[in-house]
């Protein structure tokens, strides 16, 4: 295998690990999905990968309209919050104002989403994909203190899976590089 050498734009921290949601945010934000980085995927172009995924959640074409025409990846996420979740979280929801429901599998599926969504993200923008190059081998973490899914959570323990998918897309350009 060919290693790729791709002149990196920043410096990789000193313990080679990316906090790109706390500690390193202001030179790793690219790596967020609230990004701005438009991705066509589904004969829609998306605004984010944010705005991608949330729209997943159901298969109402007008939920899903409403989530890409979010003015922002904050919104998306605020229109797709649980029926169900505490009000403070679900005031703007979509779920909660149409008495609708997410669909059941979504738990099945959301990584399947965010694997497309992030493969989307870094081929369909190329220099976002050279940036996601340049960070090497540089372990990603979402050190997001209150997400333990996607990222790190309160106890640092959390899954990083948002995190994780950003390194198998990573793998994936620079198997793919010439």
């Known amino acids: 295998m060919t290693t790729i050498e791709t002149p990196a734009p920043f410096a990789i921290p000193a313990d080679n690990r990316i ?33 991608y995924y949330q729209a997943q959640k159901s298969e109402d074409p007008r939920y899903r309209e ?22 403070r979280i679900s005031f703007a929801s979509w779920f909660r104002k149409t008495g609708e429901r997410p669909r059941d599998n979504w738990h099945d599926v959301k ?20 940036l996601l190059l340049a960070t090497g081998e540089a372990e990603l973490i979402e050190d997001s203190p209150s997400e333990p899914f996607w990222g790190i959570g309160a ?5 990083n899976w948002a995190g994780r998918v950003l390194m198998e897309i990573r793998a994936a350009l620079r198997a793919a590089a010439p």
């Open 111 to 130: 990584l399947a989403i965010m694997r497309r969504a992030d493969g989307a993200k870094y081929t369909q923008n190329p220099e976002l994909g050279a």
């Open 155 to 159: 106890d640092g323990l959390g899954l």
């Open 66 to 87: 409403a989530v890409r025409l979010a003015s922002t990846p904050g919104k998306a996420k605020r229109l797709a919050a649980p029926p169900t979740a505490p009000r």
């Open 19 to 51: 906090l790109y949601y706390g500690r390193d945010r202001e030179t790793f934000r690219f790596l967020s999905h609230f990004w701005p980085s438009p991705i066509q995927l589904d004969g829609e172009v998306w605004p984010t990968v944010e705005h």
